[in-house]
């Protein structure tokens, strides 16, 4: 690319290297320009960080694809300066929040001291309670997530790795480099999941002990502490599963089918003779309710069904018709421990 196709003018860089440089794909001398130019003042900082957040909020949903992010910063450099630029950016920010279901919350990680200083971007995905959705990494990787789901990671990438951390459920497509490897941190750096470049999905809900992560395609290597203390690997083959309790510290592995691991991406829930415990506990994160068992009996009970894109409502009816449970639906007059309403699921035995 020729120098002048870069830049504007002969400080000022345009758009197309400015998306270069959120995509973590600049050479070290435009990202040293880009950087010099934010350190300029605020206005450019904030023209940077703008521009990411409708690059990001473009990729996670087509709805928002008429959105052109070269023409919004040439729109933005043209604008006013002061209240008028604030309010557009949080106008953006908000349609973007309500387009997707997917709350987008960025942070400027370093501040700029010096001109050849790196600047990070912290993001912050969230998938709201009861929803669904994915976002495309700046390397070419998507990342699928769960409800009430949280995806954390700086842009740009390190050079050594490509660090995200994860809370609640995921699956990942990840895009193949072997020079700089792709880690999954969860559980609060309790395991870290290092690939090259694959397919998998992992579990790790904040109130749960076991993290599971499901191998559909390539390798992985699953690094944590035994119960000795002692920094172990172990590695996954296709259509293998760990079951690691970042509590017990034990690590159980074995074969499966992986479709009912994945099948959450498209709207369906597939149960082959799978204790209640674990079906409750899909249902609870698929529709944001959460279960009571009254009778104890219920938990020792085991239940097979396929359900694509079905209401929890016709989900409970065919439990309470193949499993001989009545149910009962309880919705909370008071906010929990995150402020928000919930609805409860009472299962007892049918007498």
Partial sequence: MVESDLIVNEREPNASLLLSYIKGRASASERKQVEEWMAENEENEQAVLQLGRIYFAQRTHQRIASRDPHAAFESMQKRKKGRQVKMWIQRIAVAAACLTGVVFITKLATKVQKPAQQISQLITVEANPGMRTHIHLPDGTTAYLNSNSTLTYTIPFDEKERSVAL????????SHNAEQPFVVSVADDNMHIRVLGTEFNVQAYQDEENIQT????GSVKLLYKNESGKMVEQSLKPSEKADFNHLSKNMMVKTVDTEFDTAWMDGRLVFKDTPLPEV?????????????VTDPIIRSYNFTGTFSNRQL?????????SS???????????????GVKYTTI??????
Avoid: C, M, P, W
């Fill in 280 to 292: 409750l506990k899909k249902l609870s994160h698929f529709y944001n309710v959460k279960f009571e």
């Fill in 346 to 351: 009472v299962l007892r035995k049918r007498s």
């Fill in 167 to 174: 809370k609640g459920e995921a699956y990942f497509k990840v």
């Fill in 214 to 217: 499901t191998l559909v395609e």
């Fill in 313 to 321: 409502s016709q989900i409970l009816d065919y439990l309470k018709i």
């Fill in 324 to 338: 001989n449970i009545n149910y009962t639906i309880n919705q909370s007059e008071k906010d929990d421990s995150e």
